[in-house]
């Protein structure tokens, strides 16, 4: 049982590229979301959705794109990278009526 | 909105008992939940208080407080390997968790 996997680990980008962070879960979990950790600023929701189809923003929404087409897969796309969005992301997943959210190893992306 | 307080680092002596505190304020509340973090590594599900009371599971203990907005993690006999950071968190319905900025704990022999 994989749990949540995210691709790429780390990733350098240059500032105006876009590219799309990978999420993929197993467990048949309903509700997927995607986080930023920045030092000093915990874990800070991007977008998230509560099942196929149905996606809706979080904290810090701006620049990030998702969509969630299968239960499975949640990509997060990254229109037009700047710097401001360099640190670590997390996708997490949880059952509905459940409240242990199970998080990805993290992708951490570094905009130059 | 939702806020959460919790100090940024706390150090221990290994074998010895600590306590991580965290103060929210929130517009609808639905219980506290606690993570562990290692360096590096990812956040990891350690308990969740829906109820006034503790709860305990092994060294680790969570307590919560509705009346006063207040819960806190216990870690008892502190081993090296809990040198780590801890969060709390508040869900908001669905997905909409918000996380306190995390407390490192550095265990020291």
């Known amino acids: 049982n994989a749990g949540v996997t995210q691709t790429p680990k780390f990733q350098v980008l240059k500032t105006g590229q876009s590219m799309t962070l990978q999420c993929a879960q197993d467990?048949?979990?309903?509700?997927m979301s995607w986080y930023r950790q920045d030092p000093g600023m915990g874990l800070r929701l991007i977008h998230y959705?509560?099942?196929?189809?149905?996606?809706d923003q979080g904290e810090v929404p701006n620049g990030y794109n998702v969509s969630r087409s299968t239960t499975e897969d949640f990509p997060l796309r990254l229109l037009s990278a700047a710097p401001s969005q360099t640190s670590v992301y997390f996708c997490?997943?949880?059952?509905?009526?459940?409240?242990?959210?199970?998080f990805g190893q993290g992708t951490r992306l570094t905009v130059v | 909105g939702q806020s959460l307080e919790q100090p940024s680092e706390v150090t221990a002596v290994e074998g010895a008992i600590v306590q991580i505190n965290c103060t929210y304020q929130?517009?609808?509340?639905?219980?506290l939940s606690w993570y562990q973090q290692h360096d590096g590594g990812a956040p990891t599900f350690l308990s969740y208080?829906?109820?006034?009371g503790l709860e305990e599971t092994g060294r680790f203990s969570s307590f919560l407080s509705r009346s006063d907005s207040y819960g806190y993690l216990l870690l008892q006999e502190l081993q090296m390997k809990d040198s780590a950071s801890y969060f709390c968190?508040?869900?908001?319905?669905?997905?909409?968790?918000?996380f306190g900025i995390g407390t490192k704990l550095q265990v020291i022999p």
């Open positions: 997490a997943s949880r059952e509905q009526g459940n409240t242990e959210a199970f």
């Open positions: 467990m048949n979990h309903e509700y």
């Open positions: 959705s509560v099942g196929a189809g149905i996606t």
């Open positions: 929130t517009s609808g509340f639905y219980g």
């Open positions: 208080n829906a109820l006034d």
């Open positions: 968190a508040v869900p908001g319905g669905y997905q909409k968790v918000t």
